[in-house]
């Protein structure tokens, strides 16, 4: 059975400072990887998504990269500012048909100015 | 450009009633699901969809029903609502439920409130 995990729990950083979001998975076999946003009382926003074979992908202050090997990914967010202040989450495509996604429990990020 | 739509966005029930969450895309997605959100649970899986005709239960199905008719619809069905189905409930759907690489893309949510 799949299981993710994200370290830290929850982050305060203040405003300009560069970042690091970890995402842990115990099995190898996904077939990728998706960040989300969740902004209070919100929706899930999709930032980016990984394909198995893939190492990083960057969109805008976002880079994102997989270990699969290690069972890692981190989401860097650079320059943070207080509008990044959310919830990150990352899921996993993993496994056959049905249960396919396994969501970690997220880390809740706030950007103070 | 719709993606994933819910409806309702926010509903109060008395303990008891029945009624039935919305969820439609227009990406032509097999998989689609239901998740409900409650604060420090994260996510959980009530019950997904592999394609029209076929519905499974997930991690937390007790209480609701789904079905499946068109590759657009999943709608979710509460018989008998109780106060422990407060929640947030997400649609979510992706283009392929198998080992195939695809997004998954979620609407807004439906806030449910059992009195």
């Known amino acids: 059975k799949q299981e993710v995990t994200q370290i830290p729990a929850a982050l305060s950083v203040p405003e300009g400072e560069n970042l690091v979001l970890n995402c842990s998975f115990t099995d190898s076999a996904i077939y990728n990887l998706q960040w989300f946003r969740q902004d209070p009382g919100k929706g899930l926003t999709s930032l980016l998504l990984?394909?198995?074979?893939?190492r990083e992908q960057t969109s805008g202050r976002l880079n994102a990269s997989l270990d699969k090997s290690s069972g890692r990914s981190t989401l860097y967010i650079a320059a943070s500012q207080p509008g990044d202040s959310a919830t990150y989450l990352c899921v996993t495509k993993w496994g056959n048909y049905g249960q396919n996604f396994v969501f970690g429990p997220g880390t809740r990020l706030s950007v103070l100015p | 450009n719709a993606g994933v739509t819910q409806t309702p966005k926010f509903q109060v029930l008395k303990t008891g009633q029945s009624m039935t969450l919305q969820c439609a895309q227009d990406?032509?997605?097999?998989?689609m699901s239901w998740y409900r959100q409650d604060p420090g649970m994260g996510l959980r899986l009530i019950h997904y969809s592999v394609g029209a005709g076929i519905t499974d239960q997930g991690e937390v199905p007790n209480g609701y029903n789904v079905s499946r008719s068109t590759t657009e619809d999943f709608p979710l069905r509460l018989l008998s609502a109780a106060p422990s189905q407060t929640s947030v409930y997400f649609c979510?759907?992706?283009?392929?439920?198998?080992?195939?690489?695809?997004?998954?893309?979620f609407g807004e949510g439906s806030r449910l409130t059992v009195l």
């Open positions: 990406m032509n997605h097999e998989y």
């Open positions: 990984i394909q198995s074979s893939q």
């Open positions: 979510a759907s992706s283009y392929s439920p198998g080992p195939i690489t695809g997004e998954l893309f």
